[in-house]
C-alpha cells in the first residue's frame, strides 16, 4: 500500500546525519512505515537548507517534525523543499495562521477566552489595552505562555492593577527575549476544573486535551497533563469537537481544549501540528492514528 505521507525530522546539532535526540523517539517509529528526511534546524535559522536522505516517491505530503519555525523560516523551507519538487503539507499561510493567534482568533472568537493583544512589546500601549479590562489575565505572545512562570510571567490577578501589569508584562518580554514571537497578548483567565499541580513550576493544572487533526479528521484525542486521567468527553462534546475540525483551514493542526469549572469545553490553543508536542500521546498510538488514514 503508498504512503500519502514522509516525515522531516530536526538532526542533531552535533551529526547533521543523526536525528535531534528530543525526538529520537519519534524518529524511529515514523521510520517503521514511512521515509523519513533529516533537516538542519540551525541552518535554517540562517535560510540554508542541509538535507539528508531522499525520498523514492516525491509525490506524498511531507509532515515536518521538530522545533517552532517562526514563520518567514516556514516559508523559506516550503519554498525550498518546492525547488526540489517536495511539498510540506501545510502552505506558509497555513502555517501562520494557526501557529499565531491572531490568525485563527476571530475564526472561533466564540469558543476561545477574551484576547487583546499588540505588535510589539510597548509597555505603554499594553497598559493602555489592559485599563480598558477587568478581572484575572493571562499574559502570553501570539505563539505561547510562560506558564511555568506562572506568578511571575503569565498569570496577572487583576488587569486594573497597572503596577502588576507592568511587572507580570516585563517579565515575559525578559526571558522570552528574541524567542518573543509578534507581540503582546492579553489571554482572559477562566476558572478551569481543578486536577492538581504542576510538581516543578506549581502550575496549576486544570482537565485539558490535545486534539490532533489531520484533513479535517479528528484523528487523536489525548489527555494534556496525565496518562492517568480519563477522558470524559460526552457525545455531545465529540460532535462539537468534529465540526470545529472540519471548519479548519489547513492539513494538520492540533487544538488544545480545557474543561470550565461549570463543566463546558473551551478552545484554550491552536497550534500548527507539525511544531505541536505530543504531551501525553505515545509516539506509536501519533504514527499509528496517521497510518489509520493512509488506509482510508
Not at 519538487?85 to 501562520?96: E, G, S
Not at 510562560?146 to 496577572?156: E, R, S
Amino acid at each position: 500500500m503508498s504512503k500519502k505521507y514522509a516525515f522531516l525530522f530536526c538532526s542533531d546539532p552535533l551529526n547533521s546525519n543523526k536525528v535531534d535526540p528530543m525526538y529520537q523517539n519519534e524518529y524511529v517509529v515514523a521510520r517503521l512505515h514511512h521515509e523519513c528526511l533529516l533537516v538542519s534546524f540551525e541552518d535554517l535559522q540562517n535560510k540554508k537548507l542541509l538535507l539528508k536522505g531522499a525520498l523514492s516517491d516525491k509525490s506524498v505530503q511531507i509532515i515536518y517534525r521538530g522545533w517552532m519555525l517562526k514563520p518567514e523560516i516556514y516559508d523559506f523551507l516550503y519554498q525550498a523543499l518546492k525547488e526540489e519538487n517536495m511539498r510540506l503539507i501545510n502552505t506558509p499561510d497555513q502555517y501562520k495562521k494557526y501557529h499565531l493567534l491572531p490568525g485563527w482568533y476571530h475564526d472561533f472568537e466564540k469558543e476561545t477566552p477574551k484576547s487583546c493583544w499588540i505588535e510589539g512589546t510597548d509597555i505603554d500601549e499594553i497598559t493602555k489595552i489592559a485599563q480598558k479590562l477587568a478581572g484575572p489575565y493571562i499574559v502570553k505572545d501570539y505563539v505561547k505562555s510562560l506558564k511555568h512562570y506562572w506568578k511571575d510571567a503569565a498569570f496577572i490577578k487583576d488587569i486594573g492593577d497597572q503596577k502588576e501589569v507592568k511587572r507580570v508584562v516585563t517579565n515575559f518580554i525578559r526571558l522570552q527575549g528574541d524567542q518573543l514571537l509578534g507581540g503582546i497578548v492579553l489571554r482572559k483567565y477562566e476558572p478551569l476544573k481543578f486536577i492538581g499541580y504542576h510538581p516543578e513550576s506549581g502550575m496549576p493544572l486544570s482537565e485539558e486535551y490535545r486534539v490532533f487533526v489531520l484533513q479535517n479528521q479528528i484523528i487523536n484525542i489525548n489527555n494534556y497533563w496525565k496518562t492517568d486521567t480519563k477522558k470524559s468527553l460526552t457525545d455531545e462534546e465529540w460532535d462539537r469537537i468534529t465540526k470545529i475540525g472540519e471548519n479548519i483551514c489547513s492539513n494538520f493542526i492540533t487544538i488544545d481544549l480545557a474543561r470550565k469549572k461549570d463543566g463546558s469545553l473551551i478552545i484554550m490553543e491552536m497550534g500548527d501540528g507539525q511544531v505541536s508536542g505530543l504531551q501525553e500521546l505515545s509516539a506509536d498510538q501519533f504514527y499509528q492514528s496517521i497510518e489509520a488514514t493512509e488506509k482510508l
